[in-house]
């Protein structure tokens, strides 16, 4: 098993940045692909960004040159760093892996952006 803990979440103001941050626990085996998923209330659950342990990363087209996600391999850690923040970037942020044959997600850590 493998337990994911988000932090850096808070209140910005619009234009505002924030880092969030994600370790997982220790683990004997790597781990692939990172994620960072976002639900704003009443919506569904969707991707913001990902990143595989080669680097390789992927982005909605929402978040686009405003959020860049990177990662630490050494620490299994992955970071999203989020600039020109806008009121519609409120939302609960997850961190997700996949690993064991499973989904792995983080408990949240929310961000609230102010007009």
């Known amino acids: 098993q493998v337990q994911l803990v988000e932090s850096g979440g808070g209140l910005v103001q619009a234009g505002g940045s924030l880092r969030l941050s994600c370790a997982a626990s220790a683990t004997r085996f790597s781990i692939d692909t990172m994620a960072w998923y976002r639900q704003a209330p009443g919506k569904q659950r969707d991707l913001v960004a990902s990143?595989?342990?080669?680097?390789?990363?992927n982005y909605a087209d929402s978040v686009k040159g405003r959020f860049t996600i990177s990662r630490d391999n050494a620490k299994n850690t992955v970071y999203l760093q989020m600039n020109s923040l806008k009121p519609e970037d409120t939302a609960v942020y997850y961190c997700?892996?996949?690993?064991?044959?499973?989904?792995?997600w983080g408990k949240g850590t929310l961000v609230t952006v102010s007009a």
């Open positions: 997700w892996t996949w690993l064991f044959g499973m989904n792995h």
């Open positions: 990143i595989t342990s080669g680097g390789t990363t």
